[in-house]
């Protein structure tokens, strides 16, 4: 099998810059989310369809980024 | 290109070699079972690469056994891959190293650019024939402890790197937007540079050219005349940076920390710098 479909985009979610990468493989449509700094994977999902994908992956996505705590720095 | 490094061309080609094994690390680690390079083994950095009883790397004993039912012995060329521009592809050739594996590479561009290229994938895990591996060492002159980093930042005695994000630097975050919050304070090891990992890579997850890397260390001060230590949160993306120094750049006394900012950021008392 090879990746059909490959895409990788920014985005910002929820005041974060974000990296989406989806690509199909078989008959799976496969969605992971970056932050773009410092550029780890964090959120994933998986489905029929590219759209249905991304919408659980970014549902996913912008619930772990509500929990990340912004400090002010002096 | 440095010889530690391999193209996905040259993966494709020899991937099926009888001394060639194929590993895939990630840090997602459901990625291999999403579709990984045919043939590759996939080795789970939560409890494959590490002591899961103390906080260590992986004991010899259980990286005999690992490489050995992974089919590999002495004499074979390791090439690793992963996702996140292979953080943890980097982490494992570490161990190796620190264990004395000869013949160990990474995949430029890691999985991103395999599957960016359309390349084969495969969802049927891998199996091999078992093999006999005797390791040594491991060679902890290639890993920091906590009174080495403390001695240098103290007396400024090495050039320790911090490889995490601007953000994490300062303190601005405890970490990684998304992950969970690791330490119980936020900022820097005092008198550490901010190089964060991800200066090292193209767009496309490849390491970039000699010249750039050596400039973006230099531009630091950092020119291999002196002891380097990296570090981040839990020392797999400080293990990127020491691959760098060590294997691409070639500098001599680099050493990676892999208690790094979840041992330093949880200790009572340390010193911590703001921003």
Known sequence: MKAEGYNRRRQDLGGWPIEIETYKLGDVYYCTINNVDPGARFARAEGPTREHAEAMALEKAERYLAQTRRFTVT | MADVLVT???VAQHSKDANVRIVEVDVDTTAY????????????????????????????????????????DNKTTIVLYGDNNNWFAAWAFWQLKM???????IM???RKKWVAESRELSTE??????????????DTSLRAFLPEVQQASAARKA???????????TGEILAPPGLPETCQRGGHIPGAKSIPWGKN???????KSLDELKKLYADQGI???GPVIAYCRIGERSSITWFVLKHLLGFENVKNYDGSWTEWGNLVGAPVEKP
């Open chain 2, 8 to 10: 996905t061309d040259w």
């Open chain 2, 33 to 72: 079972d999403q579709g990984h390079v045919p043939g590759a083994a996939g080795w789970n950095w939560t409890t494959e690469l590490c002591d899961t009883l103390v906080r260590d790397i992986i004991p010899i004993k259980k990286l005999e056994d690992l490489l050995g039912r992974s089919g590999i």
């Open chain 2, 125 to 138: 895990k891998s199996s091999f024939a078992p093999k006999t591996y005797k390791a040594s060492g491991p």
């Open chain 2, 108 to 110: 430029d561009g890691g």
């Open chain 2, 223 to 225: 020119k291999g005349d």
């Open chain 2, 201 to 207: 890579c193209n767009d496309d997850g490849t390491f």
């Open chain 2, 99 to 105: 264990y004395g594996h000869a013949d160990v590479r």
């Open chain 2, 159 to 169: 050039a320790l790197v911090d490889v995490r994000s601007p953000a994490e630097f």
